[in-house]
């Protein structure tokens, strides 16, 4: 298969150029660059930095004079220049390099032409340009660094427990404020992960390494598992609770883990929680809060089924019953 041709389109007013070999050798896993372009002011000394790099790395700079202060006139230059691209009809894809939310109608734009979308940006790039791409790659997962571990803490800001504090609740404050930085959880990616399996199951389908990766970016276009800390899906996969990854005629396939204790265990505190409230039941809606609040992670999905309710009717012991208004109570039968 012929390899795709991407216009590289770089706003200095946003990037830095440490960046740029990343950005270069990132792309060579999409495609052939045939278009190297920066847009910027290069009569002003911010620029200085890009200047040595423009030479060693053979990309075109595209001068725009600031005529007024506090506008960014480099954002129009590029639009422009990415729309002259598009109507020659010489390239199958676009790799627009920039923090700055002002792109998000040009992607969209792009990609309605049925064209190729990369984002690049640093880690304060909003949500909104990042969703108009078709892959989205934060700038800062590409740069190496021998101390990533210890910047990562000192980033993550992760202090010494206090003596009260479990190992599990210093675990968990540490996923919640990566999770907070990353904006798409690992329990989210496992969730839908278990989702993708559950339908392919559905279908008589095995669910293949591959398919995930591709499913998981076109959800979430700034999805990278190095966000995480890995550089193998298949090693993030591995160590998710309920997903096991099995190498089958050697080709990498994904499975639910056969979780019956944990399983059996949530069956059990349903069946005490209806219990205890003896002959006047339980609320539908109320005790699905209790067993969600109790575990965290569940999920009738895991189960196989698509609503609570249903559920409940498959467990032995239980019934549900409506009242005079309509609401849905659980009762025990014996």
């Known amino acids: 298969m012929e390899d795709k ?29 045939t278009y190297k372009r920066i847009y910027g002011d290069w009569t002003s000394t911010q620029t200085t930095k890009w ?8 990309i075109t700079p595209i001068q ?16 422009i220049d990415a729309m002259d691209i598009l109507y020659t009809n010489n390239v199958d ?15 969209s734009r792009l990609r309605e032409s049925g064209k190729d979308i990369i984002g690049m940006g640093e880690e304060k790039t909003p949500r909104s340009f990042r969703a108009a791409c078709n892959v989205f790659t934060s700038l800062e ?7 990533s571990d210890d910047q990562e803490e000192e980033a993550l800001q992760i202090r010494p427990s206090k003596e009260n504090e479990t190992p599990q609740e210093v675990a968990e404050k540490k996923s919640d404020i990566e999770n907070k930085a990353q904006g798409i959880s690992k329990s989210t990616i496992e969730q839908d992960i278990i989702n993708i399996i559950i339908e392919n199951e559905n279908k008589d389908r095995v669910t293949g390494l591959g398919e995930i990766g591709s499913r998981l970016t076109k959800k979430y276009p ?43 265990e949530i069956i059990k505190y349903i069946k005490f929680v209806v219990k205890r409230s003896e002959s006047e039941g339980v609320y539908l809606s109320e005790l699905a809060n209790i067993v969600k609040e109790k575990y965290r992670k569940f999920n009738v999905k895991d189960f196989g089924y698509s609503k609570f309710s249903k559920f409940l009717e498959s467990v032995d012991g239980l019934e549900i019953r409506e009242n005079a208004l309509k609401s849905k109570i659980v009762y025990t039968e014996y």
């Open 64 to 79: 725009q004079f600031s005529n007024t202060t506090g506008k960014n006139a480099t954002d129009s230059a590029l639009i």
């Open 51 to 58: 200047k040595q790099e423009l030479l060693e790395n053979s």
């Open 5 to 33: 041709r991407f216009a590289v389109l770089i706003d200095s007013d946003n990037i830095s150029a440490k960046y740029i070999t990343s950005i270069l050798d990132e792309m060579t896993k999409h495609g052939i660059i």
């Open 222 to 264: 700034d999805f990278d598992v190095r966000n995480y800390g890995y550089s193998l899906l298949s090693k993030f996969m591995e160590e998710m609770s309920n997903l096991e990854v099995k190498n089958i005629n050697n080709s990498l396939t994904v499975f639910l883990k056969d979780n019956k204790i944990i399983n059996d």
């Open 93 to 107: 894809g676009f790799c627009i390099v920039s923090s700055d939310s002002d792109f998000t109608r040009l992607a």
């Open 141 to 147: 997962i590409l740069l190496d660094a021998d101390d």
